[in-house]
């Protein structure tokens, strides 16, 4: 019954700046890794960024030194700051939170439904 939930998408044109937040609506199963994945229009949906219950963080390639991935209080939570933003990064963002195993397999996820992003002038 549990969801993620994400707000803060929008219009924006480029240069400019967003804050995707993402929350569950209900009480999870223990999770140890949340991120963001985003799906353009024509292509697959690909890793933005991760971060880890010690707090690890790793971001895509084509969004480091722009984009910073953060926990917020509340359980189960995170945030997206994106700055500098280029009409490459419109897509429809998604949240994710998964448990790993010791064995680096993905033992059961949740996922929420997406907030839009547009970049344009």
């Known amino acids: 019954q549990a969801q993620l939930v994400e707000s803060g998408g929008g219009l924006v044109q480029p240069g400019g700046s967003l804050q995707l937040s993402c929350v569950p609506s209900?009480?999870?199963?223990?999770?140890?890794?949340m991120g963001w994945y985003r799906r353009a229009p024509g292509k697959e949906r690909e890793l933005v960024a991760i971060?880890?219950?010690?707090?690890?963080?790793t971001l895509a390639e084509s969004v480091k030194g722009r984009f910073t991935i953060s926990r917020g209080s509340a359980r189960n939570s995170i945030y997206l700051q994106m700055n500098n933003l280029k009409p490459d990064d419109a897509a429809v963002y998604y949240c994710?939170?998964?448990?790993?195993?010791?064995?680096?397999?993905?033992?059961?996820?949740?996922w929420g439904q997406g907030t839009q992003v547009t970049v344009s002038s």
């Open positions: 994710n939170a998964r448990y790993i195993n010791q064995q680096g397999v993905t033992q059961y996820d949740y």
């Open positions: 209900g009480s999870l199963f223990t999770v140890n890794t």
């Open positions: 971060i880890t219950d010690d707090g690890t963080t």
